[in-house]
């Protein structure tokens, strides 16, 4: 695996978890949506949610970064044996700083892109967000009714909170981040999804991040995603050098 720059987010109290975050109060994905979708794991187990940028190249959180050996995508449910399995290159270095829960994988072999196994666009830098705009997130984390992970992707649709609402409500809020779902409502993200997309306008915006520690049913605080606008200049930058261990800062 060569990780192109791994971010940790250390915040007491919080936690997304190395097995992290559940959607809460969604539904099952449709089968042919959201082919972007990867599941990061380590040897037989999923530990985060992901998202294909390129054929050969991951977005997930840093802080899922727990002994990974491959991916798996192209399939809605993990236990398809139709479902791609690619392993991470494992030839890595790897770099560490507080508050930016952002990783970039890079795969052995390419993604066959075709029907059922697509790239997502990730949003401008410029894009614009709006207060209570509608957005997805989608993951194979625990639901309201299960405490493991679930086989089938599921996906949930959340509002973009308001910054200084956030800020208020948390005590310490990292740098470009976005909030969306948990708060006053009764839908977001829970152990078991982090890593997963924020999608706004069919780009990816957020990585699922952190909630309030285990408590997803549902946090007085809203969900918190690291924000990719703050990032993409340096995502792209590592996609042209493909193999170069470029670290952030």
Known sequence: MQVLGRLLLFLTLICAGSHAHRIINGKLAPEDS???MVSVQSKTYHVCGGFLIKEDFVVTAAHC??????????EH????RNAKKINI???????????HDIMLIKLDSGAPIGNNIQTIPLAEKNMNLEDNQECFVAG???TEKSNFVVDDLRVVNVSIINQKVCKHNWTHLPNNVICAGGFSTDKGFCQGDSGGP???????????SFNKKENCIYPNVPNVYTDVRGYVDWIKDNLKKGMSPIYWG
């Open 34 to 36: 959201m082919q972007f």
């Open 65 to 74: 970064d727990v002994n990974l050996t491959h991916v798996i995508l192209g």
């Open 77 to 80: 449910n993990l236990k398809n």
């Open 89 to 99: 290159n494992n030839k890595y270095k790897h770099s560490s700083t507080v508050s």
């Open 140 to 142: 194979w984390g625990k």
């Open 198 to 208: 924020l999608v706004c306008n069919g780009k990816a915006v957020g990585i699922v």
